[in-house]
T-cell receptor, first 115, second 108 residues
């Protein structure tokens, strides 16, 4: 069966420090991968998505970047965190064969607090 | 991404009563309509979805209905239980754009 892992689960970082959140998917090949942010409140904002190794699309301009060094690994990074980067970050995957629709499978999330 | 609007933002119902959450979409070509449930501190999880070739789909106490003419689809939960308390999201046809969520509170 497929699983998705995200870490760290919780992170407290000072303003201006770097960030690296990691996500790996197991049990599937060639997944589409996604990073979402959920700020205080409830909305889910799509930040980045990837359809293959080294292929990253950004949905919103921001202080963050993403990379996909391996087929089932997705990394969210920042060189210098801002207060506004605080939030709950969710990694998700979807089968590439889903034809542009279909179920998204989410990780457990990483809660980032920037002080 | 497609525009989806979800109502209400908060819904409080007595345990055992029914709950209905509505989602309105903008793209008339949409053909996929999912609902996700997010429990506190966890990632969202798909609970039910429907394709445009059917008007209703049921899975035990939950159902989704689709009105393509009015461009909205609804989540129905019957005989609500405490474990139904969560935030519920609809998503657009691309499955990537989410509504703002509905906080469902089940009162004992």
């Amino acid at each position: 069966s497929q699983t998705i892992h995200q870490w760290p689960a919780t992170l407290v970082q000072p303003v201006g420090s770097p960030l690296s959140l990691e996500c790996t998917v197991e049990g599937t090949s060639n997944p589409n991968l996604y990073w979402y942010r959920q700020a205080a409140g409830r909305g889910l904002q799509l930040l980045f998505y990837s359809v293959g190794i080294g292929q990253i699309s950004s949905e919103v301009p921001q202080n963050l970047s993403a990379s996909r060094p391996q087929d089932r690994q997705f990394i969210l990074s920042s060189k210098k965190l801002l207060l506004s980067d605080s939030g709950f970050y969710l990694c998700a995957w979807r089968k590439r064969t889903s034809g542009g629709t279909g179920e998204l499978f989410f990780g457990e999330g990483s809660r980032l607090t920037v002080l | 991404g497609e525009n989806v609007e979800q109502h209400p933002s908060t819904l409080s119902v007595q345990e055992g009563d029914s709950a209905v959450i509505k989602c309105t979409y903008s793209d008339s070509a949409s053909n996929y309509f999912p609902w996700y449930k997010q429990e506190l501190g966890k990632g969202p999880q798909l609970i039910i979805d429907i394709r445009s070739n059917v008007g209703e789909k049921k899975d035990q106490r939950i159902a989704v209905t689709l009105n393509k003419t009015a461009k909205h689809f609804s989540l129905h939960i019957t005989e609500t239980q405490p474990e139904d308390s969560a935030v519920y999201f609809c998503a657009g046809a691309d499955g990537l754009t989410f509504g703002k969520g509905t906080h469902l509170i089940i009162q004992p």
